[in-house]
């Protein structure tokens, strides 16, 4: 199964106080840390960190990187070392918490810092980890991730058992025109034990003009990976390759994972296959680079922000909606609502499968909590119609909305068939708007964030 990592998320909050100036200055950090080894008190562990600096004044930086040097017992210290950017200029932030034992709780959440820029001091200041609202979602949010688990959830994983569908999908949008791009590799066993079949299709979204798109396949399927073209991205570590051909396109891109798995469903529902479908990302998010020839030309990509999603299961749902939004500064958020065909289950209202990654945390804690819920207003709910579809929930310290809205010209229907050989139509946009609103309960529900997303959600809402 491969080695343990360490991972978790830190907030800190303080002032520094400039050169030159009589006033201190806000400062927030806000970290997410991961380390290729667990980090275990006796040793000395080095962990990269990034995250946003906000300094009053002078940056709002979400993109700082540095390394964190742990070593409560061996060194009796904690080492930050950050660099950002402040005013066009690269600065470091470097402090360290010194562990005392007589003194554990002050030593283990003061960090004194000196502030540089350009190889010379610039001001020093001091951070604090606020016990009262950080320690219970910092030691909750602490993961233990296996090395390449992303990279295993994209090898194929179908037994030769009539009556399955293999789903591999990747979603982006264009950063520099907004083009929307959906490539769409399925895997259909058809219950009567026919022959498997692979088909799929690309699709792009324009800003601007009509959505374009074309199929491949149907074909049977080869007899061991890779598949037929267009394959789902190689298994291994690091860039992974996605190439092919359907109609007049085709394409070679390399796609960069960014941050851990995210599970939409409950991940022993993905592993064992314990419901009639599952969804997952072997990375919460990806970066894209290479091109797309189309018939109108040739669509370069760099740095083209989505993800590639896998789903498992005996086919498409009786109704549901999808939406992957990438939020920014490494928060993305995933969600999934359905209505299932299994007797009994139809006749539930959609249940709600939705996972936000915020700050290097995953809300909520539990894949499952969002379907179960409770009865009454805490329970999680999603009203699908389009153009206009919504989801909305809340757990004890913490409540969603989202609205997404598919515009008819940026929407485009495309036709699936199931193992049992029904069909369903799935309405998909890589263009869409979504607002999301983030709220915490501190004696009265409070603003926590918001995001507004203007042609650049990715969704979809599929009937029978």
């Known amino acids: 199964m491969g080695s343990r990592g360490t991972a978790f998320a830190e907030t800190m909050l303080g002032?520094?106080?400039?050169?030159?100036?009589?006033?201190?200055?806000?400062?927030?950090?806000?970290?997410?840390?991961?380390?290729?080894?667990?980090?275990?008190?006796?040793r000395t562990t080095t962990a990269a960190v990034t995250g946003r600096v906000r300094i009053r004044g002078i940056t709002d930086d979400p993109q700082a990187t540095g390394e964190l040097e742990i070593s409560p017992l061996a060194r009796r210290r904690i080492r930050y070392r950050l660099e950002f950017t402040?005013?066009?200029?690269?600065?470091?932030?470097?402090?360290?918490?010194?562990?005392?034992?007589?003194?554990?709780?002050?030593?283990l959440t003061l960090l004194p810092y000196t502030l540089s820029a350009d190889g010379r001091e610039i001001g020093r200041g001091t951070l604090r980890f606020p016990l009262a609202t950080g320690l219970l979602p910092c030691l909750t949010g602490w993961r233990f991730p296996r090395?390449?688990?992303?990279?295993?959830?994209?090898?194929?994983?179908?037994?030769?058992?009539?009556?399955?569908?293999?789903?591999?999908?990747?979603?982006?949008?264009?950063?520099?025109?907004?083009?929307?791009?959906?490539?769409?590799?399925?895997?259909?066993?058809?219950?009567?034990?026919?022959?498997?079949?692979?088909?799929?299709?690309?699709?792009?979204?324009?800003?601007?003009?009509?959505?374009?798109?074309a199929r491949f396949g149907p074909a049977p399927r080869p007899s061991s990976p890779p598949f037929s073209s267009p394959s789902p991205p190689q298994t291994g570590e690091g860039a992974r390759q996605l190439r092919g051909t359907a109609g007049p396109y085709t394409w070679n891109l390399t796609e960069h994972p960014v941050g851990e798995p995210?599970?939409?469903?409950?991940?022993?529902?993905?592993?064992?296959?314990?419901?009639p479908a599952a969804q997952m990302l072997p990375a919460a998010a990806s970066r894209y680079t290479g091109t797309i020839n189309h018939p109108g030309g040739v669509l370069h990509l760099d740095d083209a922000?989505?993800?590639?999603?896998?789903?498992?299961?005996?086919?498409?749902?009786?109704?549901?909606?999808?939406?992957?939004?990438?939020?920014?500064h490494g928060d993305v958020l995933e969600a999934v609502a359905a209505v299932s065909r299994k007797p009994g289950l139809d006749r539930l209202p959609p249940l709600v499968f939705l996972r936000l990654r915020h700050r290097g945390r995953t809300w909520p804690r539990s894949a499952l909590r969002p379907a179960v819920g409770w009865a009454g207003p805490g329970r999680f709910t999603a009203n699908i119609a389009l153009p206009v579809w919504t989801l909305t929930g809340r757990t004890p310290l913490r409540r969603i909305r989202?609205?997404?809205?598919?515009?008819?010209?940026?929407?485009?229907?495309?036709?699936?068939?199931?193992?049992?050989?029904?069909?369903?139509?799935?309405?998909?946009?890589?263009?869409?708007?979504?607002?999301?609103?983030?709220?915490?309960?501190?004696?009265?529900?409070?603003?926590e964030a918001s995001w507004t997303l203007a042609g650049t959600a990715h969704a979809e809402v599929g009937d029978r």
Request: aromatic fraction near 8%; charged fraction near 25%; charge should be neutral.
């Open 305 to 328: 922000p989505g993800a590639t999603a896998r789903i498992y299961g005996h086919g498409n749902a009786r109704r549901w909606a999808w939406l992957h939004a990438d939020l920014g």
């Open 15 to 42: 002032t520094v106080r400039l050169t030159g100036e009589a006033e201190a200055r806000p400062v927030r950090l806000d970290l997410a840390v991961r380390s290729d080894v667990l980090v275990l008190p006796h």
């Open 402 to 447: 989202v609205t997404v809205t598919q515009p008819q010209e940026r929407t485009l229907a495309l036709e699936y068939t199931d193992p049992d050989g029904s069909r369903a139509v799935c309405r998909n946009s890589e263009a869409a708007d979504a607002t999301v609103v983030l709220e915490r309960w501190w004696g009265r529900w409070r603003p």
């Open 262 to 275: 995210l599970y939409t469903f409950p991940r022993w529902a993905w592993r064992h296959g314990l419901l």
């Open 147 to 213: 090395h390449g688990e992303g990279a295993r959830q994209l090898a194929p994983r179908w037994d030769g058992t009539p009556g399955r569908t293999e789903v591999w999908y990747a979603t982006l949008t264009d950063p520099t025109d907004g083009t929307g791009l959906w490539l769409h590799h399925e895997m259909v066993a058809p219950t009567d034990g026919s022959p498997a079949r692979v088909h799929g299709w690309i699709a792009l979204f324009p800003s601007e003009g009509p959505v374009e798109h």
């Open 86 to 107: 402040a005013d066009g200029r690269r600065c470091t932030l470097d402090g360290w918490k010194s562990v005392s034992l007589r003194r554990p709780v002050r030593s």
